[in-house]
């Protein structure tokens, strides 16, 4: 088959199961759970995987799973990837009653995609055009949410990094694979559908605990120690720093109180907090982050508190190849015209899709499909149709363009390569980023 044949076919196997992927995507809608929770979706994902014949299943980590197609000719390694988990979003609605899980950022549809990409090259017609492997990835715990809950999985030995494709990448389930791909929903952007070469930022996370003494808030506050007003003065330091900050590093903080304090009656003692600090280059955020501890110990000193901070590996800045993304616009465009094919820019949120582009090729595309805004009570996808079939076609067809006869074009885009990071400066980068301190007036 010529390799316009082949692309033909991978759509029609799109198309002809069209209903069914969009109705996966619907059924993980109503299933949402945070990052490493996530046992009913891992579950149902692993009986589409079996039901459209993908071998090889592999779990990994807690909830996470893969599975290869396999050409049988020697060529590079594509892994497509899909999220499994949802944020926790009170009042969504499509959040779960008893949770508050909810799918709002569209890692439902992406799933979907997977699979759908997946079954279209699964074919024996196709894979006779292409040399190579295909890898599926179910990939937990995204979004960097439930630190603590984390924290206590981290201690437990169940996992080492709060992100899912950091584990991925520790435990060897990405070794071998030579570039990756996956399309994030996103809000609509006037008649663009598709958007593909943004950037984004990369974070830290921090675990906060301000200690105090308590005391009877009316009769005695001058024998307490107020550890919330000490949480308050490290919030103000914070902001006092923003001056410090460069554009060029798109710096953005933004520290929660997740406890107050045990009753109104009684000085708070113990007052914790959560903050990312997130920036465009590794080295911006890594200056912002000194910042905030010195914020953070002042406030506790001012005070007479004591703090204890942990900070702990986030996400890095994604940087999609430039090549990579070139030859899926070019199938992007083919797909749905070249006038509903858009340049993303840069974002201050952040992906741990980041990771994985320090180490290979990856593109990070955006399907326009949903309205609201991403993470909020309002957000919703609306266009399955593109959320889906669309932004799966578009992968799948550059999957095709890599692997087409021997690979040669996927060979070019991994010679012309450049990692940022080898996988054990990778480890050892995330690992120096782990901290705990403490600090007494």
Known sequence: MSIEDIKKKVESNIDSNAEDLIGIAKDILDMPEPGYREFKTSK????????????????????????????????????????????????????????????????????????????????????????????????????????????????????????????FVKLGA????????????????????LGAGGTNNGTVSKSIKFIGKASHAGGAPHNGINALNAANLAMAGIHFQRETFQEKDSIRIHPIITQGGAAVSSVPADVRMETYVRGSTIEGFLDASEKVDRALRGGAMAIGAEVEITTLPGYLPINNDKNLTEMYKI?????????????????????????????????????????????????????????????????????????????????????????LLTKDAYLKLLRSMYRQEKFKA
């Open 174 to 193: 990405l070794d071998g694979v030579d570039i990756a791909m996956m399309t994030h929903t996103s809000n609509f952007d006037g008649e663009k559908i």
């Open 44 to 167: 149902y994902t692993e009986k589409q995987f079996n039901k459209y014949g993908f071998s090889n299943i592999e779990k990994v980590s807690m909830t996470g799973l893969k599975a290869v197609i396999d050409t049988g000719r020697a060529g590079p390694t594509v892994c497509v990837m899909g999220e499994l988990d949802s944020l926790v979003v009170l009042g969504h609605p499509h959040a779960d009653e008893e949770t508050n899980a909810a799918h709002a950022c569209g890692h439902h549809c992406q799933i979907a995609q997977m699979i759908a990409v997946g079954q279209s090259l699964n074919d024996p017609e196709v894979l006779q055009g292409l040399s190579g492997k295909i890898v599926l990835v179910a990939v937990p715990a995204e979004e960097n949410i439930e630190v603590e809950y984390r924290k206590t999985l981290r201690e437990e030995g169940k996992i080492e990094f709060l992100l899912g494709k950091q584990e």
């Open 331 to 419: 199938n992007a465009s083919d797909l749905i015209g070249e006038d509903k094919v858009g340049q993303a820019g840069h974002s201050g949120g952040s992906t741990d899709m980041g990771d994985i582009s320090q180490l290979m090729p990856t593109i990070h595309p955006y399907v326009h499909s949903a309205s609201g805004d991403g993470h909020g009570i309002d957000y919703v996808v609306e266009d399955y149709n593109s959320a889906v079939i669309t932004a799966a076609k578009a992968m799948a067809l550059t999957v095709v363009d890599l692997l087409h006869g021997n690979a040669e074009k996927g060979k070019e885009i991994v010679d012309k390569f450049e990692p």
